[in-house]
């Protein structure tokens, strides 16, 4: 019986030039297969992002199986930087090169070749769900949480899910992701009054405050970690005035910070930080600070049980390699698939992720097929 290469598929998915939002042909790919395999699918577009749904198996079964994954792929940087063709899937000395090689390309064309052979070969009892988006390296907004949206109204449900977003450091099998940090980012504005230089006394820096700020904010320690998870971080991003002039001090002066924070905060607890703060340097300076913020995701948590349980046993009977349960890292979209049902991430390595040049493993494709057909053998039996 024919087996579905996932090194071939990965190819053919590289040569789609999907830079966010172009569907570029790469979920055209996906659903011509995936419905020769006998699966229903359904695009689900909003904005101007392309998303895919594919189902195999009866609506509302007890037992349903999701995968997750994107198919859009970050800017190539300087074109003239890279040594091959962005999209042009050449391969080298056991490497398959290509903007999305790491990132995801390799991920989503494992497990949808995972699944196409197991629907085939070994007809489950239950369903199995593929959500592939469009819209994972841009603001997110219309993909895996449109798919999110369709699903509810259509009465689609997951009984759990596995996101095959790159986890693995530096070796094959050693990590996986039971949770993620929060993300936030915050853009003060600080007034004071504008003045001459030279006369310091007869205005009012805001500079002076934000640089107060700033340090303030930069030097606390928000926690020092939490079971699961690291200790919570907060990065100085830019201190701005647009000032060219060197007689003047400027009426107005903007700032930025990101937190990723752990279980221990909300994003509704770390905007009133911020604000206390913020009304303290006011008091001290006589300044008037304004504040906006964007919560990109909270923290959240799929407890270790079941499902890493399931993911860890395939992963160490194809590698050899029992993976650690991790949080770190940036953030994903089983932010959003964690409302749905229960969630975690696996995948391949991914140092190469967003870089000129990149790559993967010929070996590691193969080698993440097998272990998704082992996850969803050991799940259905």
């Given at each position: 019986?024919?087996?579905?290469?996932?090194?071939?598929?990965?190819?053919?998915?590289?040569?789609?030039?999907?830079?966010?939002?172009?569907?570029?042909?790469?979920?055209?790919?996906?659903?011509?297969?995936?419905?020769?395999?006998?699966?229903?699918?359904?695009?689900?577009?909003?904005?101007?992002?392309?998303?895919?749904?594919?189902?195999?198996?009866?609506?509302?079964?007890?037992?349903?199986?999701?995968?997750?994954?994107?198919?859009?792929?970050?800017?190539?940087?300087?074109?003239?930087?890279?040594?091959?063709?962005?999209f042009g899937a050449e391969v080298k000395d056991g490497y398959l090169?290509?903007?999305?090689?790491?990132?995801?390309?390799?991920?989503?064309?494992?497990?949808?070749?995972?699944?196409?052979?197991?629907?085939?070969?070994?007809?489950p009892d239950g369903a199995l769900i593929l959500t592939i988006t469009?819209?994972?390296?841009?603001?997110?907004?219309?993909?895996?949480?449109?798919?999110?949206?369709?699903?509810?109204?259509?009465?689609?449900?997951?009984?759990?899910?596995?996101?095959?977003?790159?986890?693995?450091?530096?070796?094959?099998?050693?990590?996986?992701?039971?949770?993620?940090?929060?993300?936030?980012?915050?853009?003060?504005?600080?007034?004071?009054?504008?003045?001459?230089?030279?006369?310091p006394h007869r205005a009012n820096n805001p500079l002076n405050a934000?640089?107060?700020?700033?340090?303030?904010?930069?030097?606390?320690?928000?926690?020092?970690?939490?079971?699961?998870?690291?200790?919570?971080?907060?990065?100085?991003?830019?201190?701005?005035?647009?000032?060219?002039?060197?007689?003047?001090?400027?009426?107005?002066?903007?700032?930025?910070?990101?937190?990723?924070?752990?279980?221990?905060?909300?994003?509704?607890?770390?905007?009133?930080?911020?604000?206390?703060?913020?009304?303290?340097?006011?008091?001290?300076?006589?300044?008037?600070?304004?504040?906006?913020?964007?919560?990109?995701?909270?923290?959240?948590?799929?407890?270790?049980?079941?499902?890493?349980?399931?993911?860890?046993?395939?992963?160490?009977?194809?590698?050899?390699?029992?993976?650690?349960?991790?949080?770190?890292?940036?953030?994903?979209?089983?932010?959003?698939?964690?409302?749905?049902?229960?969630?975690?991430?696996?995948?391949?390595?991914?140092?190469?992720?967003?870089?000129?040049?990149?790559?993967?493993?010929?070996?590691?494709?193969?080698?993440?097929?097998?272990?998704?057909?082992?996850?969803?053998?050991?799940?259905?039996?």
């Open positions: 019986m024919s087996t579905t290469d996932p090194v071939a598929l990965t190819a053919a998915l590289i040569k789609c030039p999907s830079i966010t939002p172009e569907e570029g042909g790469a979920l055209g790919i996906l659903q011509a297969e995936l419905e020769r395999a006998g699966f229903q699918c359904s695009r689900v577009d909003r904005g101007k992002v392309s998303n895919l749904f594919a189902r195999w198996g009866d609506r509302g079964h007890a037992r349903s199986f999701g995968f997750n994954g994107h198919t859009d792929v970050v800017p190539l940087g300087n074109p003239d930087d890279w040594t091959v063709p962005p090169y290509g903007r999305g090689a790491t990132d995801m390309k390799s991920g989503v064309a494992a497990f949808a070749a995972a699944a196409i052979d197991f629907v085939t070969q070994t007809p469009g819209d994972e390296e841009g603001e997110a907004i219309d993909g895996t949480t449109a798919l999110l949206d369709w699903m509810d109204k259509n009465n689609e449900a997951m009984s759990a899910c596995l996101v095959g977003e790159p986890t693995c450091p530096n070796h094959m099998g050693e990590m996986m992701k039971i949770g993620r940090r929060g993300s936030m980012t915050a853009w003060f504005k600080v007034e004071g009054e504008q003045g001459h230089s030279a006369y934000m640089a107060r700020l700033m340090d303030r904010l930069g030097s606390h320690q928000l926690d020092s970690g939490t079971e699961h998870f690291d200790a919570s971080t907060l990065a100085v991003l830019s201190i701005d005035t647009g000032n060219p002039a060197t007689n003047v001090i400027p009426a107005s002066c903007s700032g930025a910070v990101n937190i990723r924070f752990n279980d221990a905060h909300s994003g509704a607890s770390l905007t009133k930080w911020l604000q206390e703060e913020a009304a303290a340097i006011d008091a001290t300076f006589g300044t008037t600070t304004s504040l906006k913020v964007k919560i990109s995701g909270e923290s959240f948590l799929t407890p270790p049980g079941p499902l890493s349980d399931l993911v860890s046993s395939a992963v160490a009977a194809e590698t050899g390699v029992t993976p650690v349960l991790s949080t770190t890292g940036g953030t994903s979209d089983a932010r959003f698939v964690k409302n749905h049902c229960p969630v975690v991430e696996f995948g391949l390595v991914g140092k190469t992720m967003h870089q000129v040049d990149e790559r993967v493993e010929l070996t590691q494709i193969t080698q993440l097929k097998s272990i998704y057909s082992r996850i969803l053998k050991d799940y259905f039996a």
